[in-house]
């Protein structure tokens, strides 16, 4: 069996700087502006490892959840899996920035699911 855990929720935001004060107000603590494909942030669940990142959308995106993330410990073994269970699974790939295995995955309702084996 293949350990598995939430790794990090990815929102699509109207107004960045207004989503970073309200998820700080919450509790949440900031972590870094990023340039993920445009202005972005993350931040971070105190006392833990799961992650909010944020993207401030773009004219042709709609505000919501873009994908849930689940770290992984053998990325391969569990694509084979779902492989053979019938899921069609785009993957798995190096991301050279972040040194992280990803894959993905849709749910039935079209909902992406993002795997990731870190280093």
């Known amino acids: 069996m293949v350990n598995f ?4 929720i990815h929102l699509y935001v109207k107004d960045l700087e207004e ?3 309200f998820y700080e107000m919450v509790g949440l603590e900031f972590v870094e502006n990023t340039n993920h494909s445009g202005k972005a942030a993350v931040m971070r669940i105190p006392d833990s490892t799961v ?12 505000p919501g959840l873009n994908h849930l993330a689940f ?3 053998d990325l391969d073994d569990l694509c084979d899996s779902y492989k053979a269970n019938g899921v069609k699974v ?3 790939l190096e991301n050279k ?5 990803l894959a993905t995955i849709r749910d039935p309702h079209g909902f992406l699911i993002q795997l990731v ?3």
Do not use: C, F, W, Y
């Open 51 to 62: 992650s909010l990142e944020m993207q401030e959308t773009k004219v042709t995106d709609n």
């Open 117 to 119: 084996q870190k280093k």
């Open 90 to 92: 785009d993957g798995p």
């Open 97 to 101: 920035a972040t040194g992280r295995r």
């Open 19 to 21: 989503a970073i004060r």
């Open 5 to 8: 855990g939430l790794d990090h």
């Open 71 to 73: 770290v992984v410990d």
